[in-house]
């Protein structure tokens, strides 16, 4: 399915609908399955303390993973991604809490490129604390 966003009709400075994300202990592990990433620091809070972390962290590309949902979720069509970085600037900290944390992301569009592409700028803090940085996609539009 192709991006349901059409380049003409869209401005620099548009802002995409942000999002909130819940990350749990379980969600962890649940990823940990998914990606093979077993490392104790993202489900073990002693192992993780006694490396010097606060707590049980977040895997990088599960908040990357997550951050990219909301542009993503604008296009209608996660193909239409071209490219996407980002650079881990702090630890998403889950406690056991019962609540976890969340990822809270907000994207604009930043910059229009030719044929037909657009940059967007992603803003990912959790805890009031910026989790990426310099996290932007291209994406191809209609």
Do not use: C
């Not at 606060?54 to 996660?78: C, K, N, Q, S, Y």
């Not at 030719?114 to 209609?142: F, I, P, W, Y």
């Amino acid at each position: 399915m192709p991006a349901q966003v059409n380049y003409d009709e869209v401005e620099v400075g548009s802002q995409l609908p942000a999002q909130s994300f819940p990350v749990t202990r379980a969600t962890l592990v649940q990823y940990a399955g998914a990606s093979g990433d077993f490392n104790p620091i993202h489900w073990n809070e002693a192992f993780a303390r006694s490396v010097g972390l606060p707590d049980v962290i977040g895997h990088g590309m599960f908040t990357m993973a997550e951050a990219i949902r909301v542009v993503t979720d604008w296009l209608g069509d996660p193909g239409a991604v071209v490219e996407y970085g980002v650079r881990f600037t702090k630890p998403v900290v889950v406690p056991n809490d019962g609540t976890g944390a969340v990822i809270e992301v907000t994207g604009k569009v930043a910059a229009k490129l030719e044929d037909r592409r657009v940059r967007v700028d992603l803003l990912a803090t959790s805890g009031g604390e910026k989790v990426l940085g310099m996290s932007r996609a291209v994406v191809q539009l209609l």
